[in-house]
């Protein structure tokens, strides 16, 4: 009788240390990568918390910095910053954000018509589609680019916490290269 406990508990250490090494186990950073601090962005939109909006942080003296940081904001409009889209919080520095917030409508063809499998048809097909579907910013598209944004953070050791208002909910057709021609 002791020894089915002694083997059932040699078992579930096993199995316990497997699950660790299997997964559980943060993944290393990049030895070269900077000492990241936590930080986190807020962002409303006239007074409201502005959900699911993608939030980055590019270096203001270095647009080629490689360790790039930001995230998606949450029904509270705050995002947790990821530098590399893994590892919490961002490095030390001055940063400009952009904020955006693009949806794409999708279209009834798409909902309602399987794509046809005869080649002519099928293009047909996905040129109703695109005729229909649409792409949409939803913040004022000047905090969508680096050279527009007015929006920084400086980023130093220890919480970082910041909030932006990015005005009025808008809808601006976002309007691709391929749509133009």
């Known amino acids: 009788m002791n020894r089915i406990r002694f083997y059932s508990a040699a078992?579930?250490?096993l199995t316990c240390l497997a699950?660790?090494?299997s997964g559980c186990a943060r993944e290393k950073t990049p030895p070269d990568m900077p000492k990241l601090y936590p930080t986190s962005i807020t962002v409303t939109q006239d007074g409201a918390p502005c959900v699911d909006?993608?939030?980055?942080?590019?270096?203001?003296?270095?647009?080629?910095?490689k360790w790039l940081a930001g995230g998606t904001t949450d029904e509270t409009g705050t995002c947790v910053v990821?530098?590399?889209?893994?590892?919490?919080?961002a490095p030390e520095g001055d940063f400009n954000v952009i904020v955006y917030k693009t949806i794409r409508n999708e279209s009834e063809t798409r909902k309602n018509?399987?794509?046809?499998?005869?080649?002519?048809?099928?293009?047909?097909?996905?040129?109703?589609v695109a005729e229909e579907e649409?792409?949409?910013d939803y913040v004022d598209t000047k905090y969508k680019k680096v050279d527009t944004?007015?929006?920084t953070i400086t980023v130093s050791r220890g919480k970082n916490a910041v909030a932006f208002e990015v005005g009025p909910e808008v809808k601006v057709e976002n309007v691709s290269t391929l749509q133009k021609l």
Do not use: H
Not at 59 to 64: E, I, S
Not at 82 to 89: A, L
Not at 113 to 128: F, G, N
């Open 19 to 21: 699950t660790l090494a």
């Open 134 to 136: 649409k792409e949409f």
């Open 113 to 128: 018509v399987a794509q046809p499998t005869d080649p002519a048809e099928a293009r047909e097909w996905i040129k109703k």
């Open 53 to 65: 909006a993608c939030v980055q942080l590019l270096k203001r003296d270095d647009l080629n910095y």
């Open 82 to 89: 990821k530098t590399m889209g893994k590892f919490n919080g």
């Open 11 to 13: 078992l579930a250490a």
């Open 149 to 151: 944004s007015d929006l």
